[in-house]
C-alpha cells in the first residue's frame, strides 16, 4: 500500500530572487507543508507525536533541483512514504505542474525520533508501530 498526499502551493514573492526564481531555500518549506498535509490526511501529525512525547525531527535533506520554479506559479507537492524497518519516517517529495507533469524538483527526508529530553530513540515508538500497522505498513 502506498501513502500519498498532495499539496498544492502558490509561489509568493517573498520567498523568489531577483530572476523571480525561486530561491533554493525556500524548497524546505514546500516540503514542510506537504509533511504537515500528509499528518493530517493520515494520522501522523506534529501534534500527535507530541501527545506521545516524542519529537521527530529531520536529520537529512536533500533536493534535486529539476527546472526553475517562478513567481506566481502554483505547482503541486507530491509526498510519499517510504516504508522501513528502521526507526526513522522517510518521505520521498516531487514538486510537479499539476497541468503537464513537469518535474520542477525532487527531494527525500529523513526524521528520527527523540524523546523529550531530546535523547535518540533506537527503537519505533508504539504508536508509530501501532500506526504503521492501522496502514497496512511493514512493522
Known sequence: MELITEKQIEVRF???DVMKVVWHGAYPLYFEDARE???KEHGLSYNRY???H???PIVELNVQYKRP???GMTPLVRIKYVPTPAA??????EIVDPDDG???ATAQSVQVFMDMDYQLLWYSPDFYVE????KGLET
Open 37 to 39: 498535509a500528509f499528518g
Open 131 to 134: 500506526w504503521k500497522k492501522s
Open 102 to 104: 513537469t518535474v520542477f
Open 50 to 52: 507530541l501527545d506521545e
Open 88 to 93: 526513522k519516517i522517510i518521505f520521498h517529495y
Open 14 to 16: 517573498s520567498e523568489v
Open 69 to 71: 520554479l517562478l513567481y
Open 54 to 56: 516524542v519529537y521527530a
